[in-house]
């Protein structure tokens, strides 16, 4: 099983933040535009039991996902799994901490298990931690001016 932790410290409140990752519009906002994120079945926001269908390019490839947001405790957290897609295994934890001082801490904590077959040589282990942490990066990037003091 594959690991991978990203975090940025914002100068809000997790309710804020949390509005904002709990909705695929604000997710889509974040999203670098070169995955082209698209979805194409998904509630203006996500609640215990939401099912969300969408398109992501990577590595050359465009995908049809669903996940399943499994837990769900506003605004602290809630977690969302692949039930159909390219992962043998996807579970993105969602956490957010009070920051001592005022405002607040974004964790993301995604255990995956690569493609099997043609579409895993392809997506690699390594392939796949790359460009999560680029994604990221990105996101950050536009969360802190989203959120800027």
């Known amino acids: 099983m594959e690991s991978f932790e990203a975090r940025v410290e914002l100068p809000c409140s997790i309710e804020s933040v949390f509005d904002l990752v709990s909705s695929p519009e604000g997710i889509k906002k974040i999203s670098p535009p070169e995955i082209g994120l ?3 079945n998904a509630p203006d926001r996500y609640e215990l039991g939401t099912k969300v ?3 992501v390019q990577a590595m050359g490839l465009v995908r049809q996902l ?4 499994t837990a769900f405790d ?5 977690t969302e799994e692949q039930i159909d897609g390219p992962f043998r295994h996807w ?11 005022g405002g607040c801490v974004v964790i993301d904590r995604i255990q995956f298990l690569p493609p099997g077959g043609v579409a895993g040589m392809i997506m690699t282990a390594s392939k796949i ?3 999560l ?5 990105y996101r950050h990037e536009q969360l802190e001016q989203h959120f800027k003091e």
Request: hydrophobic letters at 30%.
């Open 38 to 40: 698209f979805f194409t």
């Open 53 to 55: 269908d969408f398109k």
């Open 66 to 69: 669903t996940h399943e947001i």
């Open 74 to 78: 506003e605004p602290n957290s809630f």
């Open 91 to 101: 579970v993105h934890e969602h956490h957010l901490e009070v920051r001592e001082g």
């Open 129 to 131: 931690l790359e460009n």
């Open 133 to 137: 942490e680029d994604g990221f990066d």
